[in-house]
């Protein structure tokens, strides 16, 4: 499937809200439909009983923070291998793969306050940023095992 084709093509393809350049939209990737259920069950996997679970040692910035650029470095800081692939899974039914500096450039149009809960993480799961319809972000990095 195209990205055109996603179910929230329109955050980046409709003037009336963002138009993403072709080359980023072409760093974008639909999933199938078997594939965001598997991404969604992974992502819940990170998740605890209000946010991230304690076992990714969490740490949290609101959504205005991370729009300065102070919050745009602390996105960096905790990941800065931007062509790093990641997966972000709003649902069991809608997900997609970019970039994590596609992520971190365009994150405004990835995440909507008050509708959107949204994770985002490699294919290691080694990390996780969770965007909290609240406005928040919580990243977390899963303890080195013994």
């Known amino acids: 499937m195209r990205i055109q084709d996603h179910k929230l093509a329109w955050r980046w393809t409709d003037p009336a809200y963002a138009v993403l350049p072709n080359k980023v939209l072409a760093q974008m990737h639909s999933v199938t439909s078997d594939e965001a259920k598997a991404l969604y069950k992974r992502a819940q996997g990170f ?59 365009y994150w405004p149009e990835f995440c909507y306050p008050a509708s959107d809960d949204l994770v985002v993480f490699p294919e290691s799961e080694a990390w996780m940023l969770l965007y909290h319809h609240e406005r928040e972000f919580h990243f977390g990095r899963r303890a080195a095992k013994a």
């Open 47 to 105: 998740m605890g009983n209000h946010g991230l679970s304690t076992e990714l040692r969490p740490e949290m910035v609101s959504a205005e923070e991370a729009a300065s650029e102070a919050g745009s470095n602390w996105l960096k800081q905790h990941q800065p291998h931007l062509e790093q692939p990641v997966s972000l899974s709003w649902d069991s039914e809608t997900a997609l793969r970019t970039t994590w500096g596609v992520f971190i450039s």
